[in-house]
């Protein structure tokens, strides 16, 4: 009884800290089994979703995404090891989705994993516009000096007859 006892509390201990874990990583995770049910989740998918974590559980995955993101999850929970993630958008968020196939446990099982790129995408964005600024401004550099020499010769000429006595 008291080895039974040590075991729960163990097991007890495990899933605790399993939890603890999964709730501190920042990516939107989702444990989802082969009937489409939610077997875990984390926090962070919670929140994105916008469901308390405990009423995730056992539930249709297709309930809690946007409507427009469940073909995309589809196809990726039906070849869940194949290519890049998969890129997601609602509203001015932009999320890249991958798919891990769990092969320890449930082979059935994948693990659906959210990453926001919102912010990577507005600075790529940011970058790609100040890119094209200075490309801009090369070549109105370029235009400017190519200008500027030929007259600069209009300009000593002009001085050179300026400073000449028999021109009027």
């Known amino acids: ?87 997601l958008r609602v509203g001015e968020r932009s999320y890249a989705l991958t798919t891990v196939p769990l092969v320890d446990g449930d082979p059935a099982a994948t693990v659906l994993l959210f990453d926001d790129q919102t912010e990577r995408r507005r600075l790529q964005d940011q970058l790609i516009q100040s890119e094209k600024m200075s490309a801009i401004g090369q070549l109105i550099a370029g235009i400017a000096h190519d200008l500027n020499n030929p007259l600069a010769s209009v300009v000593g000429f002009a001085d050179f007859l300026g400073e000449s006595r028999d021109v009027p």
């Open 1 to 87: 009884a008291l080895e039974s006892a040590r075991l729960v509390d163990l097991h007890d201990d495990g899933r605790r800290s399993w939890q603890e874990v999964v709730d501190a990583i920042s990516l939107a995770l989702c444990i989802v089994d082969r009937s489409g049910s939610i077997r875990r989740a984390n926090r962070a998918f919670a929140q994105l979703v916008d469901v308390p974590p405990a009423s995730l559980i056992g539930r249709p995955w297709p309930a809690f995404v946007p409507p427009e993101w469940a073909p995309d999850v589809r196809r990726a929970l039906a070849d869940p090891a194949s290519g890049p993630p998969v890129e």
